[in-house]
């Protein structure tokens, strides 16, 4: 379905944004992951089908040389990116009253800005193929504040500002055949709910209709229909893929 197209996922070496590579490069896309855990980039040729189409970058979404580089990198090498997968994020969760200044920073410098230097440079590279598509990875924080905990300040406004860049990128590019949408994940394995005591993972499990967590590729198939030439109509729209948890909220 994608054996045509260029893919980027940041953060793509573990977690969702593994299952993000996997399924686009099992599509036999050209698939680029940037990463800052080299280690992660090390295995990740083993995890995935089609290893020939993967390229490893480590590289800072924050930082604005590395993603020049990256980027130059697949424009010389492929043409350009064609489906861009902002899925980096952090979340360092603590009361208000505990958060320092720099942690809050630190968060909305990977989360927002990340996904901002991102979109920035990708879309210039989609401007000039005439098509597009980019894929924000949110999360229910972004609607609520804290959707499964308290502490999550940074994490809830980093998400809620990349919900809004969601729909002000969409309505930009709409004209270049450009779509922008994003993804809400309800609770699915990551780093962030491995972290989790075991009474808040019993609360949640509890709270959604489907009785059952997710799984990464339920994340990762979505944003594939959503690039596919089905999901063409389809922009500046926000899905939670969450077994209907979020419509108890």
């Given at each position: 379905?994608?054996?045509n197209k260029t893919v980027c996922v940041t953060g793509g070496a573990n977690g969702i944004g593994l299952a993000f590579t996997r399924r686009f490069l099992a599509d036999h896309a050209a698939v680029y992951v940037c990463d800052v855990n080299q280690a992660n980039l090390d295995?990740?040729?083993e995890l995935v089908e089609n290893p020939q189409n993967l390229h490893c970058v480590r590289a800072d979404v924050s930082e604005v040389e590395?993603?020049?580089r990256f980027f130059d990198r697949m424009e010389q090498e492929n043409g350009g990116v064609d489906i861009l997968i902002n899925n980096a994020g952090i979340n360092l969760n603590a009361l208000i009253e505990d958060m320092e200044p720099e942690t809050f920073?630190?968060?909305i410098k990977v989360n927002v800005r990340g996904a901002f230097l991102c979109s920035k440079y990708a879309i210039e590279q989609m401007r000039k193929k005439g098509w597009g598509r980019i894929i924000n990875l949110t999360s229910?924080?972004?609607n609520t504040g804290g959707a499964y905990s308290n502490g999550q300040i940074a994490y809830g406004a980093s998400k809620?500002?990349?919900i809004c860049m969601t729909k002000s990128l969409a309505r930009e590019t709409a004209r270049q055949s450009i779509t922008v949408n994003g993804v809400s994940p309800g609770v699915v394995p990551s780093n962030i709910t491995n972290s989790w005591e075991p009474e808040l993972r019993e609360s949640l499990l509890s709270k959604i209709p489907m009785h059952r967590f997710g799984d990464p590729t339920d994340i990762a198939n979505m944003a594939?229909?959503?690039c596919s030439d089905e999901g063409w109509y389809i922009t500046g729209q926000v899905y939670h893929v969450d077994g209907g948890m979020w419509m108890l909220e």
């Open positions: 379905m994608f054996s295995k990740l040729p590395d993603m020049r920073d630190k968060v229910p924080s972004g809620a500002a990349l594939a229909y959503l």
